[in-house]
């Protein structure tokens, strides 16, 4: 199947700083990238919806401007987590259905941050 | 998207066929059943999808009962390595403004 790439795999930060995460489609393009959150014990809980060249679509609940993403091209989408806090300590996933396709979508292998 | 559910948990002896079921009755015409599989601590791995036929892969198959309204994801043979949680997703396709939420799963559980 498809290739989704996550950088970095795991992070650890001080409170009150950013973190940028990068998921990359390694061997398709991809239009549209989503992101997710995961709380220990807990399911996958979509965020956003991250479309290149136009403004992602955020989930109801989820602050825009604490988590800015940037589809920069076809392959590359970025989730900054502003000002971060303890809270926002969790294992954070995107995925991308390849470019024309109307079924699958692959996931990458997840960020895990902590925040100090 | 329609909502679905799932037992909490399963158990299956290695080496026997694992038989997760899905009860999807608020299913629409044009939404697909998709199941995916998490193991613990990474990302979730695309198993099968179907609309109203079975459909069989590699990995396993997909039996969608003729009214839609329920599922049964079968591996005919489980090994250790198929432990984790498994989500029964109910979608319209992306391209239409389908998302995938996920709902609790079954965590499937294959002893030796």
């Known amino acids: 199947g498809a290739v989704v790439s996550q950088h970095p795999s795991w992070v650890i930060c001080k409170s009150g700083t950013s973190v940028k995460i990068e998921c990359r489609s390694l061997?398709?393009?991809?239009?549209?990238m989503f992101w997710y959150r995961q709380f220990p014990k807990q399911s996958l809980m979509l965020m956003a919806t991250?479309?290149?060249?136009?403004?992602?679509?955020?989930e109801q609940g989820v602050e825009k401007d604490k988590f800015l993403i940037n589809h920069a091209s076809l392959t590359l989408s970025t989730l900054t987590v502003t000002s971060a806090h303890p809270e926002d300590s969790s294992f954070y996933i995107c995925?991308?259905?390849?470019?024309?396709?109307?079924?699958?979508?692959?996931f990458g292998p997840g960020t895990r941050l902590t925040v100090l | 998207d329609a909502k679905t559910t799932q037992p909490p948990s399963m158990d299956c002896a290695e080496g026997r066929a694992a038989n997760l079921p899905c009860n999807h009755s608020?299913?629409?015409?044009?939404?697909?059943v998709y199941w995916y599989r998490q193991i613990h601590s990474q990302g979730p791995q695309y198993i099968i999808h179907?609309?109203?036929n079975n459909e069989t892969n590699e990995m396993a198959s997909l039996i969608i009962t003729e009214d839609r309204k329920s599922s049964t994801l079968i591996l005919p043979h489980a090994t250790l390595r198929d432990t984790a949680v498994y989500y029964c997703?109910?979608?319209?396709?992306?391209?239409?403004?389908?998302?995938?939420?996920f709902g609790q799963g079954t965590e499937l559980s294959v002893k030796p």
């Open positions: 179907g609309l109203k």
């Open positions: 997703i109910v979608r319209v396709p992306y391209n239409q403004g389908g998302k995938l939420i």
């Open positions: 995925s991308a259905p390849p470019w024309g396709s109307t079924d699958t979508q692959y």
């Open positions: 608020t299913i629409s015409g044009n939404e697909y």
């Open positions: 991250s479309n290149e060249g136009s403004k992602a679509t955020y």
């Open positions: 061997d398709f393009q991809a239009t549209t």
